[in-house]
């Protein structure tokens, strides 16, 4: 059986797989982006596609604290729309 690799919600804090989750990363130039390939290098947080985990995220600054600095409001309007966009 192949291991399901899991990573936690910056949000809600639950464990789920990595594929049901949103990456933004950090990248090496100190910009933020959402990583759809979840490939891309940086350092990375995962966030459930909820406007709910959003709402948590930004209230107890889980995005800043998991990529170690200040975020944009730009960047957490992009992650309302990428999360409108999917339909889960």
Known sequence: MKKIPMRQCIGCQEMKSKKEMIRVIKTPEDEICI???????????????????LQKAIKNRGLERSLKMQIP???YGQLEEEMKNIDR
């Open 73 to 75: 409001k730009e960047v």
């Open 35 to 53: 990583d759809a390939t979840g490939r891309k290098n940086g350092r990375g947080a995962y966030i459930c596609p909820k406007s709910e985990c």
